[in-house]
């Protein structure tokens, strides 16, 4: 584990060990020989700064960045005017591509003054052959470009970019391979992300994450709980198992593992109060993961079920594998399991050839499901999803009054069910001093409602009970019981 290997005793003279994730140190000794080169020469160590532009997954991976650098020498800072800068990227629809466009142009033009800048690209984006056409051709200034699928190979990647001149540019295909313990510089002391599988075989078809993160592949549960077990031991009270299916946890290991059984081993960690995980596919959840879910005392009453449309018709051309009535029956099984459970989820308007009938079905589930609370899209394109090539893409105009009703419509719903919790005592780990008023703290209900109560940072990463005074709609105002 990376916190017990010393840089100090690896041979940096020697050839580079094949082995992972040993050779992967090796580079951080030999980046940070250069980062000491740094700062003799002066006189104060270089400053590096990871922004996350995605999803928790991205968010995680961004983690492991941060740790490699820590590692190296380099001071983590927040601002974007930093020695070294590299934004992990999404391209889950249009918007976050248009957002790094419009990022580096500033990036680049802030390098022209500061030469000896090194900026880096990651992420799903690069996995985009139209993306790697465009940053050869018109933004040669960026130093640094590799994938999804050799984000372990950071290290050595740098001291390739420190060594030899011009644009670096790594990005594979796919990979079979997991590469475990790599540094990691968690975000927050008392919470962490932890990875229990990557990539995706579902290929819902307007997603294009598929082709970004490659084949679902599940790391190892062993793996698994020794980092549960290690996190519980380094101060981690709530974990969030990550995977964009994680119902389908385990199907693949040589020795398959159900998701409900992960579940039932990562409960027995002491020290771990709080479990959760994300994202749960409808077709694949499980009466196994329901009746955990209903008798634990770890697993938090949160479930993310996304929807994506009400429609059985849509949901057909969306690959999604499940029909209106089989969700809101699941729905309804969840409901009578775990009484308290908080349902969220994800809706897409727009698909190619929604009809209003269409929408209205979608408007339907979501007054009968009665989501806590839920994230709206607009449909956005992707090249060389099948979505992409169908031909009735829908007007502007009509996608954004179908965006505005459904909107509307979430967050009556969401106020209604929160409004119904006002008066209860509840769990809350306390997350941050509130931003806006430092007389509050802010905390997560089991149930992922936010809420701010009077208390200092004495209390940050503590459970403590609260009772909620006032719904603001998405939060609450509480106080201490
Ligand atoms: N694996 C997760 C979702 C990951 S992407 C799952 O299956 O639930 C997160 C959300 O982005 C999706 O649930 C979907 O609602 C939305 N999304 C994905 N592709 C999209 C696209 N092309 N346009 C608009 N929204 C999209
Ligand atoms: Fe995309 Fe579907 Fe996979 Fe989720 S399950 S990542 S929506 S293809
Ligand atoms: Fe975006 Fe990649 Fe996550 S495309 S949503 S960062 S898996």
Redesign the pocket.
């Known amino acids: 584990m990376y916190n017990e290997i010393d840089l100090d005793n690896i041979d940096i003279n020697s050839q580079p060990p094949i082995e992972e994730p040993g050779r992967q140190y090796y580079f951080m000794a030999k980046c940070r020989e250069l980062i000491k080169g740094f700062e003799q020469k002066n006189g104060r160590f270089p400053q590096a700064c990871v922004v996350n532009m995605g999803c928790q997954m991205n968010a995680r991976d961004s983690e492991k960045l941060a740790g490699i650098l820590e590692v190296m020498g380099y001071d983590l800072v927040d601002t974007e005017e930093a020695d070294f800068v590299i934004y992990n990227t999404c391209t889950v629809r249009e918007n976050a591509n248009n957002k790094v466009w419009g990022r580096l142009g500033y990036l680049g033009a802030y390098k022209k003054k500061h030469p000896h800048m090194k900026i880096a690209l990651c992420g799903c984006m690069m996995q985009e052959d139209e993306v790697l056409e465009k940053l050869k051709k018109s933004y040669r200034f960026v130093d640094l470009v590799f994938g999804t699928h050799n984000i372990y190979k950071f290290a050595e990647l740098m001291y390739t970019v420190f060594v030899q001149e011009g644009m670096v540019i790594d990005v594979w295909k796919d990979t079979d391979k997991i590469v475990e313990d790599l540094p990691v510089e968690r975000k927050y002391k008392f919470k962490s992300g932890v990875n229990i599988m990557f990539g995706?075989n579902?290929?819902?078809s307007y997603?294009i994450?598929?082709y970004v993160r490659g084949r679902e592949r599940s790391r190892k549960p062993q793996d698994i709980l020794r980092e549960v077990e290690r996190l519980a031991q380094d101060g981690v009270v709530e974990v969030m198992l990550l995977g964009?299916?994680v119902n389908s946890y385990g199907k693949n290991l040589d020795e398959p593992v159900t998701f409900a059984e992960l579940l039932m081993e990562i409960e027995k960690i002491e020290g771990i109060k709080r479990i959760r995980f994300m994202?749960s596919?409808p077709k694949d959840l499980s009466d196994e993961l329901i009746e955990i879910m209903a008798k634990s005392d770890k697993i938090c009453n949160h479930l993310h079920l996304?929807l994506?449309s009400g429609s059985s018709r849509i949901l057909k051309e969306m690959n999604r594998h499940y029909d209106k009535e089989q969700y809101l029956s699941l729905v309804g099984k969840i409901r009578a399991a775990v009484p308290d459970i908080a349902l969220t989820t994800d809706i897409i308007v727009g698909f190619p050839g929604e009809t209003e009938e269409d929408f209205l079905e979608t408007m339907d589930v979501v007054k009968k499901a009665g989501y806590e609370s839920a994230f709206t899209f607009i449909y956005s394109k992707r090249t060389g999803t099948p979505a992409a090539a169908k031909e009735e893409q829908i007007p502007e105009d009509v996608v954004k009054d179908r965006f505005d009703r459904l909107l509307r419509e979430v967050q009556s719903c969401a106020k209604e069910r929160a409004e119904a919790l006002t008066g209860r005592v509840e769990d809350v780990l306390v997350e941050d001093v509130n931003e806006q008023d430092n007389t509050l703290v802010s905390g997560r209900m089991g149930n992922n409602f936010i809420v701010h109560f009077p208390g200092d940072k004495s209390l940050i990463g503590k459970i403590v009970k609260v009772r909620l005074k006032e719904c603001k709609g998405f939060y609450f105002y509480g106080e201490l019981y």
């Open positions: 995706c579902n290929f819902c997603c994450v598929p964009q299916n994202t596919h996304p994506q």
